[in-house]
T-cell receptor
Framework: GAVVSQHPSWVICKSGTSVKIECRSL??????MFWYRQFPKQSLMLMAT?????????EQGVEKDKFLINHASLTLSTLTVTSAHPEDSSFYIC???????????FGQGTRLTVV | GENVEQHPSTLSVQEGDSAVIKCTYS??????FPWYKQELGKRPQLIID?????GEKKDQRIAVTLNKTAKHFSLHITETQPEDSAVYFC???????????FGAGTILRVKS
């Protein structure tokens, strides 16, 4: 089956620092990856759509300069939370799909805690 | 944009009983409706999905119904078991594999 892996699974960082989260498709090439954020006891909210080789498309209200997304290869997308603050603490989940009209598979998520 | 509403927010049932979770959506262009089960701290798991050209789909104890005219869809779990306890999310998308708009989630507790 299709496997999507995120790294790290959890991270604690100091306020003001930047954190990079990786999303990898392990056994398929992903033309598109989606990044979601989930606050405690809340739903998943789409942050951005990332297509390999092009700039990410951000959802309304998501600051593109704060949440930097890079999809430089068909198996890797990264989300960098810049100048993190406690309110950025959340569960960040990616999903990846091979092509249009194919299933998008979720990564296991990354728990970010900013102290 | 799309808006998905989900009810109830919590649902407690006795083991063996049925559970029903309902969602409504706003975007008439949505035509793919998956349901996910999420355990604490884990990734969402796709449990069943339905596309707009189908009114009902069943997989063992789980079924989903879709009323495209009314823009609502429901998840039905029969013969519930304690291991069904989790958070369930409905979602809507304009196409299979596309970005998803999620409902707020339903905490299902199955009491033994």
């Amino acid at each position: 089956g299709a496997v999507v892996s995120q790294h790290p699974s959890w991270v604690i960082c100091k306020s003001g620092t930047s954190v990079k989260i990786e999303c990898r498709s392990l056994d398929f090439q992903a033309t598109t990856m989606f990044w979601y954020r989930q606050f405690p006891k809340q739903s998943l909210m789409l942050m951005a759509t990332s297509n390999e080789g092009s700039k990410a498309t951000y959802e309304q209200g998501v600051e593109k300069d704060k949440f930097l997304i890079n999809h430089a290869s068909l198996t890797l997308s990264t989300l960098t939370v810049t100048s993190a603050h406690p309110e950025d603490s959340s569960f960040y989940i990616c999903s990846a799909r091979r092509d249009t009209n194919t299933e998008a598979f979720f990564g296991q998520g990354t728990r970010l805690t900013v102290v | 944009g799309e808006n998905v509403e989900q009810h109830p927010s919590t649902l407690s049932v006795q083991e063996g009983d049925s559970a029903v979770i309902k969602c409504t959506y706003s975007d008439s262009a949505s035509n793919y409706f998956p349901w996910y089960k999420q355990e604490l701290g884990k990734r969402p798991q796709l449990i069943i999905d339905i596309r707009s050209n189908v009114g009902e789909k069943k997989d063992q104890r789980i079924a989903v119904t879709l009323n495209k005219t009314a823009k609502h869809f429901s998840l039905h779990i029969t013969e519930t078991q304690p291991e069904d306890s989790a958070v369930y999310f409905c979602a809507a998308s304009r196409s299979y594999g596309n970005k998803l708009v999620f409902g707020a989630g339903t905490i299902l507790r199955v009491k033994s």
